[in-house]
């Protein structure tokens, strides 16, 4: 078995033991994600890549706190997403963020689409109206949409109730919405 095949339970144990080459092989397994992660809420390139370099720095210095191995990466994304809102929350800058265009849609509250039409309005039109969302919005619709978190998680996140966080959620959605009308042309 050569080292990039073994599983991450093995490679963690010898992260523990202060194994450089396991955890070389961690962060090139995990790396870009975490990049992406913070990216996506930061704005910011390098702040996005200094956090990512500081949560793997956690993590390493905390794994004997993490108690199943096979859930580091959505741990390790947790320290990721929290360093992330840290930074943002600190710095409250907004940055031009260039996107490739991605297709994707928007799900009402039951996970069924609303409006087939909203399904071809491009990742980059949703970025830019998001852009303009008040900043508490823009966060949980990145958390929520983007990175997939439900709203039990958000809440915990955001250290909001799980009704406040449907709320907020439902009524970014519908900002967002109302801003995107007129990009989209409906």
Not at 57 to 78: N, P, V
Request: glycine share 4%; proline share 1%; charged share 30%.
């Amino acid at each position: 078995m050569t080292r990039t095949d073994q599983h991450i339970e093995v490679l963690l144990e010898q992260c523990k033991s202060g194994n450089q080459r396991a955890q070389m092989e961690v962060y090139s397994r995990y790396y870009k994600a975490m990049y992406n992660t913070s990216f996506r809420i930061v704005k910011d390139s390098f702040k996005a890549e200094d956090i990512m370099q500081e949560s793997f720095l956690t993590a390493f210095t905390k794994l004997d706190t993490l108690k199943d191995a096979s859930m580091f990466g959505s741990w390790l994304k947790r320290i990721v997403i929290n360093n992330s809102i840290y930074d943002y929350h600190k710095n409250k800058k907004n940055y031009d963020v260039p996107l490739e265009e991605v297709l994707y849609k928007i799900e009402d509250d039951q996970g069924v689409t609303e409006d087939h039409e909203w399904t071809h309005v491009k990742a980059a039109q949703i970025m830019q109206c998001m852009k303009s969302l008040k900043e508490n919005y823009q966060l949980i619709l990145t958390l929520f949409l983007i990175e997939g978190y439900d709203y039990d998680e958000i809440g915990e996140i955001m250290n909001i109730s799980y009704a406040n966080c449907r709320t907020m959620i439902s009524r970014a959605k519908d900002s967002l919405k109302q801003k995107l009308k007129p990009v989209a042309g409906f």
